[in-house]
């Protein structure tokens, strides 16, 4: 049997070392794993020895190579306690509107790892109702009201932030006039039951306003807990996978949140 020169034995293992330390390799920074996460998911190597070794928790039960067409990069991240952060990721499906993922990570001895994802579940009959009403000839003022207001909630947090500025005067006009109602008024929903009010929530298709989170809370829409809306608060809540999946600062006290 031949056996491979001592020079070219030596220079097998220290390749073989090298692709195992990369394989394994430590990821230094929340940003760091979530993009290596990509990166691997972008190939379909999830369940490769390194795919598996950069998740933990609930991520760890995923057994698929990928978890779809994603980016090779995180959107935006955010610090949400001490060895705890939440990237979000932009996803483009090829048959479909894009959608904000928001990925949890969590930092271990062995660096940073990707621990669960959430995204504001809604179920296919939303997108359903969409199509269907945007291919009457026709519609009901009822249904054009639902129509923008289920447009508004499938919205990405960019096309949000954007349609936040450009509506924010009339958004500022109705919180003063929710101010202005008796203390503990309660939420306001846009079934005209206050006159004025309920008129302009549905003039900006949202679905209620209310005093909460130590502030004032818009709700555009949702199904049951999965919903989205805007606050304004001087003391966000805290994001987790259970309850706000995402917040993120728009202006002057305002943000907008995500639930699930």
């Known amino acids: 049997m031949m056996r491979p020169s001592t020079g070219l034995a030596t220079l097998v293992l220290t390749v073989g070392l090298a692709w195992s330390s990369a394989a394994y390799a430590q990821q230094a920074t929340a940003a760091a794993a979530i993009d290596r996460f990509l990166v691997l998911n972008a190939t379909d190597q999830l369940q490769s020895a390194e795919g598996r070794d950069l998740r933990t928790g609930e991520a760890s039960e995923w057994n698929v190579p990928a978890t779809g067409p994603l980016p090779d990069r995180h959107d935006r991240l955010v610090a949400i306690g001490e060895g705890h952060a939440v990237a979000r990721v932009l996803a483009r499906p090829p048959e479909g509107d894009p959608i904000d993922l928001y990925f949890?990570?969590?930092?271990?001895?062995?660096?940073?790892?990707?621990?669960?994802?959430?995204?504001?579940?809604?179920?296919?009959?939303?997108y359903m109702m969409i199509d269907q009403l945007e291919a009457q000839t026709s519609r009901s003022p009822d249904e054009d009201r639902i129509l923008?207001?289920?447009?508004?909630?499938?919205?990405?947090?960019?096309?949000?932030?954007?349609?936040?500025?450009?509506?924010?005067?009339?958004?500022?006009?109705?919180?003063?006039?929710?101010?202005?109602?008796?203390?503990?008024?309660?939420?306001?929903?846009?079934?005209?039951?206050?006159?004025?009010?309920?008129?302009?929530?549905?003039?900006?298709?949202?679905?209620?306003?209310?005093?909460?989170?130590?502030?004032?809370?818009?709700?555009?829409?949702?199904?049951?807990?999965?919903?989205?809306?805007?606050?304004?608060?001087?003391?966000?809540?805290?994001?987790?996978?259970?309850?706000?999946?995402?917040?993120?600062?728009?202006?002057?006290?305002?943000?907008?949140?995500?639930?699930?």
């Open 148 to 260: 923008e207001n289920v447009r508004l909630v499938t919205l990405t947090d960019a096309a949000l932030r954007h349609w936040f500025d450009e509506n924010r005067q009339a958004i500022d006009s109705l919180v003063e006039a929710y101010e202005r109602l008796p203390s503990g008024s309660g939420a306001v929903r846009d079934d005209g039951a206050t006159p004025g009010i309920s008129a302009a929530l549905a003039a900006l298709h949202l679905t209620q306003i209310s005093a909460a989170e130590g502030g004032i809370v818009l709700v555009i829409g949702g199904v049951m807990d999965n919903s989205v809306g805007l606050m304004r608060t001087a003391s966000p809540p805290p994001m987790s996978p259970s309850e706000y999946i995402w917040v993120e600062p728009l202006a002057d006290g305002w943000f907008l949140f995500r639930t699930t």
């Open 104 to 126: 949890y990570l969590k930092e271990a001895e062995q660096g940073w790892r990707v621990s669960a994802m959430r995204t504001l579940a809604l179920p296919p009959f939303v």
